[in-house]
């Protein structure tokens, strides 16, 4: 009854995250950057008139200069954060899918190599219990226990292009100054 209960949780943690948890990722990722986006808005606010201080000092490189430039780069990353967090998204999506499909299509040729099972000797040693145990029911749990596992990885990875994208772009144009996500 105790290996039981352990099974039955187990496929129920499963169920949930493919279920619940993995369809609402790309959700919680958007949802958090747009929040850390407003975020960067009240700096943003409480920094104007430190920036516009930065601009007194006209006497390196003309109005701006060094001290005020970087204002300059974090005003158009506050610009550029709403689209470039749809393009993470559309990008997070695409990604997650073509990852979740070519897993999907090779995992049954890994499931069956891993075992190292050839089913040529079985056949030709006429051992017809030796084939019968290449795939095991036990196995085939453990197998879409792992299959559920991998694709969880791959949704936490593709994901965090949502905010990637919009957090690395300053680097694009060598700007020094790092975003407030940072």
């Known amino acids: 009854a105790n290996a039981a209960g352990k099974f039955g949780s187990m496929t129920l943690s499963v169920g949930f995250i493919l279920h619940y948890i993995l369809p609402f990722m790309p959700f919680m990722y958007f949802f958090f950057q747009v929040g850390n986006w407003v ?15 930065a601009h007194i000092r006209i006497d390196e490189g003309g109005l701006p200069g060094p001290a005020g430039m970087n204002g300059y780069f974090l005003i158009f990353e506050i610009f550029l954060r709403p689209i470039l967090l749809v ?3 559309i990008g ?11 897993l999907h299509g090779t995992f049954g ?3 069956t190599n891993v075992g190292g099972f050839n ?18 029911e036990l196995d085939t749990f453990f197998f879409t226990i792992m299959y559920a596992i991998i694709v969880y990885l791959l949704a936490t990875s593709s994901f965090k292009l949502i ?14 100054v790092s975003a407030f996500s940072d």
């Open 87 to 89: 393009f993470g998204l």
């Open 109 to 111: 040729l890994v499931v």
């Open 119 to 136: 089913v040529e000797d079985a056949k030709a040693a006429g051992n017809p219990d030796l084939f019968e145990m290449a795939r095991q």
């Open 39 to 53: 975020k960067e808005l009240f700096e943003a606010m409480v920094g104007l008139p430190l920036w516009a201080l």
């Open 92 to 102: 997070a999506v695409t990604i997650f899918a073509a990852q979740v499909q070519i």
């Open 163 to 176: 905010y990637q994208v919009p957090n690395n772009i300053l680097r694009w144009m060598n700007a020094s």
